[in-house]
C-alpha cells in the first residue's frame, strides 16, 4: 500500500497551487503545505490524504460510548480514528489525535480496509464499524474505502462527526453510512466563528440532508459554562431540532470538562437538567452525558405510558422493556428502529 493516497475533492490551480473542496473551509494550499485540517497536503500540485490508513486508534466499544442510544443498543462496534480535524475547537476533548497531523507519515503502520474488515467480522457481537475519535470527514478516502468493504460484508457503518463538510461529498459519505451522530457544537455563527473556526450553517444541512436521506440520526451538544450555555438559544437549537429533523430525534446532552485550550470549571449539573427539561418540551428522547449519577438522564421512557423500556448504567445496557420488534412490551409503541 502507498503512504499517500491521491485525495479525491480537489481542483488544481495554477503554480501547482490546489483548491480543497471537501468541507467548506474549501482550503486554498501551496506546494509542500496542508489545509486546516493538518492531514491533506499538496506535493507537486497534487492533493494527497497522507492520513489514509493511518490509525491513532483501534478499539470495540460499546455503541452507547459513540454516543448512540437508539442504534443496536447493548452492542458493540469496532472503533477506529486517525489524526486531524477541520475544525479547531478551543474546547477540544480529543485535541492529542485530532489537533494534530501525521509526524513522518512515511514511518506510520498502514492499515489496509480489509484488515480493518477480518478484525471487525472476528469479534462477536459486532455491528460493524464506528468512524470516530477525531473527525471522519477528513479521513474520506479510507473512510469510503472502510465502509463499501464493510456493507458487502454484513456490517454496519457508523459515523461520529462535527458534520462540517460540502453538499456533494457529504451526500458520498451518507450513501455509505447507516447512522450518525452529529456534535452540534452552539446554536451561532459567533460561537462557531470565535471557538471552532468554522460556521454553522453548514452542519445544518447536513443534519437536514441525513435525516432526509433516511438514516439514522442522533445529536450531541457539548454544554460549555459562559460559551454556548444561553437557555434561549439553547431553546432555539431544539426547537429548530424538532422541527426540521422530528420530535424523535436523539438528542445527548453532553457534560464539559476543561481541556486544551479552555480551563472554565464543569458544566453544572443542574444547568444541565435545566436545558433537559427545556429540550423534553420538544423532543422525545433527551440523554445526559458524562455525568456521575448513572440514574440521571441515562434511561429510555416510552413516551405514551412512561415505563423504562431500555436501562442503562456506564455502558451496560438492558433492553428488557422492549421486545425483538424495538416496541414497548408495555403499551406496542415503536421506539427503536434497530434492534
Not at 218 to 226: F, G, K, M, R
Amino acid at each position: 500500500m502507498e503512504t499517500f493516497t491521491e485525495a479525491s475533492w480537489y481542483e488544481k490551480k495554477e503554480n501547482s497551487i490546489v483548491k480543497c473542496t471537501l468541507c467548506p473551509h474549501n482550503c486554498i494550499i501551496k506546494p509542500g503545505k496542508t489545509g486546516i485540517c493538518l492531514v491533506r497536503r499538496n506535493i507537486e500540485g497534487i492533493l494527497y490524504a497522507e492520513n489514509y490508513a493511518v490509525l491513532s486508534a483501534l478499539h470495540f466499544d460499546p455503541v452507547e460510548k459513540k454516543p448512540l442510544y437508539h442504534f443496536y443498543p447493548g452492542q458493540g462496534v469496532l472503533s477506529i480514528g486517525t489524526f486531524g480535524c477541520n475544525l479547531k475547537c478551543s474546547f477540544c476533548q480529543n485535541s492529542d489525535i485530532s489537533q494534530n497531523g501525521i509526524r513522518d507519515p512515511e514511518r506510520k503502520a498502514l492499515t489496509d480496509p480489509q484488515e480493518i474488515i477480518n478484525e471487525a467480522l472476528d469479534i462477536k457481537g459486532n455491528i460493524g464499524i464506528a468512524y470516530t475519535y477525531n473527525e471522519p470527514v477528513i479521513w474520506f478516502e479510507y473512510v469510503r474505502d472502510v465502509a463499501k468493504v464493510a456493507e458487502k460484508a454484513g456490517l454496519k457503518n457508523v459515523m461520529v462527526s462535527n458534520g462540517f463538510i460540502n453538499e456533494t461529498p457529504g451526500r458520498e459519505m451518507i450513501e455509505f453510512t447507516d447512522a450518525f451522530n452529529i456534535d452540534l457544537k452552539g446554536f451561532t455563527e459567533d460561537f462557531y466563528k470565535k471557538h471552532t473556526s468554522s460556521s454553522l450553517e453548514p452542519v445544518k444541512e447536513t443534519i437536514k440532508t441525513i435525516h432526509k436521506a433516511g438514516k439514522h440520526l442522533e445529536i450531541t451538544n457539548l454544554v460549555i459554562p459562559t460559551l454556548n450555555d444561553d437557555p434561549v438559544v439553547f431553546e432555539k437549537m431544539v426547537e429548530w431540532i424538532a422541527l426540521e429533523t422530528g420530535e424523535n430525534t436523539v438528542l445527548h446532552l453532553s457534560r464539559y470538562y476543561p481541556h486544551f485550550k479552555v480551563s472554565l470549571p464543569p458544566t453544572e449539573v443542574k444547568k444541565l437538567s435545566g436545558f433537559y427539561k427545556i429540550a423534553k418540551k420538544y423532543l422525545k428522547y433527551v440523554y445526559l452525558g458524562n455525568v456521575a449519577d448513572p440514574a440521571m438522564g441515562n434511561n429510555t421512557l416510552c413516551p405514551v405510558c412512561n415505563s423504562e423500556v431500555i436501562v442503562r448504567n456506564g455502558y451496560k445496557t438492558w433492553t428488557s422493556g422492549l421486545d425483538q420488534q424495538g416496541k414497548c412490551k408495555n403499551c406496542g409503541l415503536k421506539i427503536i428502529e434497530h434492534i
